[in-house]
């Protein structure tokens, strides 16, 4: 009998809380104000709160950006969330505008595709890239240094093309997003019939390049090698190897610093921190999000006589941030770990 | 000799299959607070949490020094000696990548915070057994993001 109340409370709270419905406000503080900004104003990401974005663009269109994301350029898949939560989130974005929602009916938009690529030669080329590939960076400028206001994603992407139908590229064209550098295209010149033509040519873009294929680059994500040096010596060489390279040692420390009293470390493992700051300013320019790789490091280890020498692996990180341009750079980085530690154990 | 025959020797050898990239691998929060607000904050919470903040890694510093301009950019370290030595002495391939770190961006006049999800490791550094570390890792920064997300 008294056990009754406490069980019907119970139910009542799994109830509630089943059916609560998904704040789209907090779901987009958290998974994308981030790169959108608070209020959809832009950042690592490109804006969204522009009216003739939310106007132009379906449901549908928007769910599937956000399910699949953009392959390589930053903008990240959502698998986790479900579909009450992103229609949350799509809720919020569409408080953004007042503007009426025009979509048409899904038709199919008919025009010449040859005729099409040599206008997009001589439109678009210039900052959506020869194949649409899209521009350099991703998102709107900070104060780092950034070719333009806005950076022009990418039409070859296989999410852009998965999400988008012809209409919503036809109408983009046409109106064009106003406080962004994508102008309209009818105000620029082009007849309606030019912009369809571009439509059928951008619906052929597709990119060869596949980023899941590259998750498989078979280093660990730590490298290792042992050094036949004793451990001042490999640190020795270690700064050596470093200025050899163009880099700029910065310093040594125990890695232990800072987290016990000072004489309190571990003295056999030891950081050594070097930087090239030109390297760092153009892969910051691509992806402001890679701290953690800064400053570049090594660490020389001695456990029971024996003396290694290793570093994150870049390329193996690479993959956490889904940016193409940021991928060769991790490369390189790695090209670069390796031969140092090659150099030092020599 | 070939570069390849070289004195690589591969730790951990277990490649995770990895499913597509996922918002998850990252964690990140936004902050309305002004940069130096939001790195105070930040700090006090890592400590409310229970780790040491062992250094501040001032890189807008050394690009300005360097002639580059750029916003504010630092990143901040932060661990717990008992978790440091013991991975440490366990699992040296681990070593590159302690200890935690957080990079915080300006972004105007608001902020960003971001670090890789601890929780990667589960599957980077198969061989560690604790694994609930790294859940306790995950946990606690989500709770330092939130603490930040919610201040006002």
Same mark, same amino acid.
């Given at each position: 009998m008294y056990l009754r109340l406490p069980i019907i409370a119970l139910l009542y709270t799994i109830a509630s809380a089943a059916t609560a419905a998904p704040d789209g406000a907090s779901l987009y503080s958290e998974h994308c104000a981030v790169c959108h900004g608070a209020s959809g104003t832009g950042g690592v990401g490109i804006p969204l709160a522009v009216d003739s974005l939310l106007s132009i663009v379906s449901d549908d269109y928007l769910k599937k950006t956000i399910r699949l994301g953009r392959p390589g350029r930053i903008m990240p898949a959502f698998p986790k969330l479900s579909d009450a939560q992103i229609n949350a989130i799509i809720s919020h974005l569409r408080g953004w505008s007042d503007r009426k929602l025009e979509i048409m009916p899904e038709k199919p938009v008919r025009g010449d595709a040859r005729h099409g690529k040599v206008l997009y030669a001589e439109h678009c080329a210039s900052c959506h890239g020869k194949d649409g590939e899209g521009g350099k960076g991703t998102?709107?400028?900070? %104060?780092?240094?950034?070719?333009?206001?806005?950076?022009?994603?990418?039409?070859?992407?296989?999410?852009?093309?998965?999400?988008?139908?012809?209409?919503?590229?036809?109408?983009?064209?046409?109106?064009?997003?106003?406080?962004?550098p994508m102008t309209s295209f009818l105000e620029e010149g082009l007849t309606e019939q030019d912009i369809n033509d571009i439509v059928r040519y951008v619906r052929t873009f597709y990119s060869e390049d596949d980023p899941d294929a590259r998750t498989g680059e078979d280093l660990p994500p730590t490298l290792i090698v042992e050094s036949p040096y004793s451990l001042e010596e490999?640190?020795?060489?270690?700064?050596?190897?470093? %200025?050899?390279?163009?880099?700029?040692?910065?310093?040594?420390?125990?890695?232990?610093?800072?987290?016990?009293?000072?004489?309190?470390?571990? %003295?056999?493992?030891?950081?050594?921190?070097?930087?090239?700051?030109?390297?760092?300013?153009?892969?910051?320019?691509?992806?402001?999000?890679?701290?953690?790789?800064?400053?570049?490091?090594?660490?020389?280890?001695?456990?029971?006589?024996?003396?290694?020498?290793? %570093?994150?692996?870049?390329?193996?990180?690479?993959?956490?941030?889904?940016?193409?341009?940021?991928?060769?750079?991790?490369?390189?980085?790695?090209?670069?770990?390796?031969?140092?530690?090659?150099?030092?154990?020599l | 000799m070939t570069r390849c025959r070289h004195l690589f020797i591969i730790l951990a050898l277990t490649l995770a299959f990895l499913t597509p990239v996922a918002a998850e691998d990252l964690l990140a929060a936004r902050s309305t607070q002004s940069f130096p607000e939001a790195m105070l904050m930040l700090q006090e919470s890592i400590r409310e949490h229970g780790y040491t903040v062992s250094r501040?890694?001032?890189?807008?510093?050394?690009?300005?020094?360097?002639?580059?301009?750029?916003?504010?950019?630092?990143?901040?370290?932060?661990?717990?000696?008992?978790?440091?030595?013991?991975?440490?002495?366990?699992?040296?391939?681990?070593?590159?990548?302690?200890?935690?770190?957080?990079?915080?961006?300006?972004?105007?006049?608001?902020?960003i915070l971001i670090t890789s999800n601890p929780a990667i490791y589960k599957t980077l550094f198969s061989k560690v057994k604790n694994k609930f570390l790294f859940d306790h890792w995950e946990n606690d920064i989500r709770s330092i993001f939130n603490d930040i997300r919610e201040a006002e």
């Open positions: 998102g709107v400028t900070f %104060s780092r240094h950034r070719d333009m206001d806005i950076i022009p994603p990418a039409l070859n992407n296989p999410g852009f093309q998965a999400a988008t139908c012809d209409h919503m590229i036809q109408q983009t064209l046409i109106v064009g997003r106003e406080g962004t490999t640190v020795e060489n270690a700064k050596q190897a470093i %200025s050899g390279k163009n880099f700029r040692f910065i310093r040594t420390q125990p890695l232990e610093e800072g987290l016990v009293p000072e004489g309190e470390e571990n %003295s056999r493992q030891v950081m050594i921190y070097f930087c090239n700051f030109n390297f760092l300013f153009e892969a910051l320019a691509k992806d402001p999000r890679i701290g953690m790789f800064l400053p570049c490091r090594i660490t020389v280890v001695e456990r029971d006589g024996v003396v290694q020498v290793m %570093s994150v692996n870049p390329m193996y990180l690479s993959k956490l941030f889904n940016n193409e341009e940021l991928h060769e750079d991790c490369r390189t980085m790695t090209g670069i770990y390796r031969e140092l530690l090659d150099e030092i154990s | 501040v890694q001032r890189v807008d510093i050394g690009l300005t020094n360097m002639g580059y301009q750029t916003d504010k950019y630092r990143v901040v370290f932060f661990g717990k000696i008992d978790e440091v030595r013991e991975l440490s002495n366990r699992h040296p391939e681990m070593i590159p990548y302690l200890p935690m770190n957080i990079s915080v961006i300006a972004e105007g006049d608001q902020t």
